[in-house]
């Protein structure tokens, strides 16, 4: 039996998603983060950093969303999320992209904007103001940049999934996070395509049975 260690508010909830697409059995085991909005200290029971999302697979315990998404389809997949050949590409290169370059920029992104707001008082309207300019030297530039490249990249899906086929794959598991999460805090920011994309991942019944039984999950809106 596989169990999902989940973390509320977390990456963990688009592995709920995964298994429910691959319509598999699995358990799971919930955490609740800390006052510091932190994972708790249960979770080094399980992996060695203690973050979420992990999961147990009989003697194998196994971290990180891009691995758990690639372990979960190869072995229990049979079939189901995997890309057209003509999308095999485009599949690979957004797996790795949605951690390995989007989500550094827009944690980057998160620091800068938490910093000034947990700065002394006095101090705030200083911090602020060196923050803001490091933002718009270091981050609204990047950020422009990929979100035109997503915005491109999906207006040419005829099926609004990342690989061109007509069901997810790893890539759109992978890529659901980083865009709930832009979509949901800064809409502004988000163009039509993300919000199209965000808005057919709620759509999906595997997803809203992933909400019921996660619970707490800040970025399920649109």
């Not at 997810?168 to 999460?181: G, I, N, V």
């Not at 759509?203 to 399920?220: H, N, P, T």
């Amino acid at each position: 039996m596989i169990v999902l260690h989940h973390l509320n508010h977390s990456r963990s909830q688009r592995i709920l998603w995964l298994l429910e697409e691959l319509n598999i059995p699995y358990e799971i085991k919930k955490y609740e983060r800390t006052d510091q909005q932190l994972a708790p200290p249960e979770l080094l029971k399980i992996s060695p950093l203690g973050k979420a999302p992990v999961i147990t697979d009989g003697d194998v315990a196994l971290a990180e969303s891009g691995a758990i998404v690639e372990y979960l389809i190869t072995k229990y997949g049979n079939g189901k999320a995997t890309p057209p050949e003509s999308g095999y590409l485009d599949n690979l290169y957004f797996s790795h992209y949605a951690e390995g370059s989007l989500m550094p920029i827009l944690v980057q992104k998160l620091i800068f904007d938490l910093v000034p707001k947990n700065s002394p008082f006095l101090l705030r309207p200083l911090v602020k103001s060196i923050f803001g300019k490091l933002d718009n030297l270091l981050v609204q530039s990047e950020l422009k940049k990929h979100f035109a490249m997503i915005e491109a990249h999906l207006e040419k899906s005829k099926t609004t999934w990342f690989a061109g086929g007509d069901h997810p794959t790893a890539a759109d598991f992978q890529m659901s996070f980083p865009l709930e999460a832009i979509v949901s805090e800064a809409p502004e920011m988000a163009g039509p395509q993300m919000k199209k994309f965000v808005q057919a991942v709620h759509s999906r019944e595997a997803y809203k049975k992933a909400l019921e039984k996660g619970g707490e999950y800040s970025y399920a809106k649109l």
